[in-house]
């Protein structure tokens, strides 16, 4: 693992010098303009708090670390994945932004769009770690781990967003022992299971192996205790032999005319466990415990040095691989080869050339270009393509549960990946619905779906889903599907089993022709007698929630709804529309709420000139007001913030004149309100219902269809009322209402 805090340079002040810190970085990773990033640093080195919790966990830390300390960790270990000068100022940030230190808004100010954007997309990837965290124990615990893997790859359109959360997870795994058991082994299964198959994935094995053996040690500690200690206890006679093997290769290549490089190569706690458990053997019997590096200048080399080697020693045929000619599917290149080394101890070796080792080490950030003043992300690119070849392979990390078909399957173009309200992954074929959504979390829900939301906003049932959308059902009792959903050019559906469970409902629910036109005649029969004749049948059945007429008559014929309720939502319909009626009627309506206002205005001190409240803005008493002198009809009373009384008094400042409401009258305001809901039966009675409870005369009523979603009706009303006290008290009882979307005053 990487020492990172001895590279602080700490002063005896217990500082940082930030500027000597940028030269080292220089000059280690070749880096030229640096000034961003110093920008960046002293930002956050004027940030008083330390980092006392992770993401929004009560649990505490013990390690108080300084946001400027966290930072240079990040920096360090993406520097060193040579990851541009924009990827190092977004990870600096990360902490002090994810704390809600600092917000995103006050980065605009300081840096370009593409350095914010990507700090947007990293800080999207949070959503990640709080839904895996928030899984239902219950739950099948293997299968959402695979399909929140399979989101997170579904999501990441931009390498550096993957690499950004690598190293941030390798900065948590380090200070991980400060944190209280239970979020340790939160924490440590999510890297296991999420973020360590990804670096695999990305063939980035300096970050792997740490985000492997640090969880490890964590998930089974007393496993990680005992191969620490038996590599401990023999580390001196390992390091010994090692050296004497080492100096042996040294010399048969030189005089072999071979430039190459050979190490001891470190030994990971989690490959040795994993390894002991693979074979079912002792640590002892393992051949790689003791093992050795050679880096060669040139793919032959690799070849003469793999010769010179088994001439010296015995090899072991079945420990033999060359990944060179096979490499492995993340890209890995090496050749691998087992021997009987001095003493008759088994050894390990690995081959390869200079370039193969910083593949093996950086995978695919080996062979991006990145540069300090921006990010090349050609369509056509080399670079992107070796990253699509990547995700599109991780299904060697599938678990053995799935099945062959679901493996090909894996992240391809046509799937999408949707939560659940409760935090569920759904797998759907992507151009997938609502609709589809709801018949595949189950058949019930499906035939009894009415509306769907978005994170929390209405959608249309037409809605296309996009990976990463929590979506959510709304159902109803009387709701059924609807022939609609079957129309392909409306789009209702996409999945086939969605269009098979349709038509098996409607196979189910249909009935003869005789008996539908028999139950129309009855319905137009107690229409008649209740003296709703007027009614319009397909009018009343939308009302209902049906598509058509015919589903309504099914239902009735089905007793899946009563005959009685039919009638008084027809009833409701006509008493709406005589309303309407009224309103037209009635336009006389302001005169009478002119002779009211006069009371109850006062003008420059005055309280009996004539005055008329502004249609256009409709003050209430209580809010602020302006008076405007009109030329034949007196003065007419504005809201101070009233777009119109901003234009007269351009216009004509000396026409406007001081007024004041007068307390304690008892006079009526007009107030317009408009209201959005999904529409249903009974809806209007229950509105119309809190304006007579409240007194709350209706003096103006306009009832329409959304024109961007079906389901939605708008309502625009004009009532009388006392005072704001009422009308807030109106407003809360309406928002209070099954399925209303909003209400408030205009």
Known sequence: MVKVREYHLELENGSIDIDEWLDLLKHNYGYTNLSMLKKALMIIGRLTSHRKSYGNEDSRSANNLSYLTIALDLVHILASLHLDINSLIVAAFYYPINDNILAMEDMIDHFNGSIVKLMANVHGMVAISEYYGNRNKSDNYKDQSIKIRKMLIAIIDDPRVALIKLAERCCIMRELKYYPQKLREKIANEVFEVYAPLAHRLNIGCIKWELEDLSFRYMKPQEYKRIALLLDGKRLNREQYISKVIEKLQQHLSSSGISAKVTGRVKHIYSIWRKLQKKNTEFEKLYDIRAVRITTQTIEDCYVVLSIVHSLWGYIPQEFDDYIATPKENGYRSLHTAVFGPEEKTLEIQIRTKDMHQEAELGVCSHWKYKESHYETTDNSDEKISWLRQVMKWNDEISSTENQEEKTKFVEHNRTYVFTKDSHVIDLEKGSTPIDFAYKIHTDIGNRCCGAKIFGEIVPLNYVLKTGDQVEILISNRATPSLDWLNNNLRYIYSKRTKTKILS??????????????????????????????????????????????????????????????????????????????????????????????????????????????????????????????????????????????????????????????????????????????????????????????QANVIKFDYNHSKKYDLIVKLKVTIEIPSYQILNKVLSQIKQIPNIVLAHKI
């Open 505 to 694: 409902w409607f196979n189910k629910n249909s009935v003869n022709s005789n008996k539908v036109e028999r139950t129309k005649e009855v319905l137009i029969e107690e229409l008649k007698k209740h003296d709703l004749e007027s009614i319009d049948i397909k009018q009343l059945s939308k009302k209902l929630g049906f598509n058509t007429t015919d589903s309504l008559l099914v239902a009735i014929n089905n007793n899946k709804i009563k005959l009685k309720y039919v009638l008084q939502v027809a009833t409701e319909i006509l008493s709406k529309r005589q309303k309407k009626c009224l309103a037209t009627e009635t336009n006389n309506n302001y005169t009478t709420i002119k002779r009211i206002y006069n009371a109850n205005v006062s003008v420059a001190g005055e309280k009996n000139l004539v005055t008329k409240i502004a249609g256009c803005c409709k003050p209430i008493a209580g809010d602020s007001i302006v008076g405007y002198i009109t030329k034949n009809n007196g003065i007419t009373i504005h809201r101070s913030s009233c777009k119109n009384i901003k234009q007269l008094k351009k216009i004509n400042e000396n026409r406007m004149i001081a007024v004041s409401w007068i307390s304690g009258g008892s006079n009526f305001y007009p107030a317009d309100i408009v209201i959005e809901s999904i529409d249903r039966p009974k809806l209007l009675h229950e509105i119309t219902q809190v304006f007579a409870n409240n």
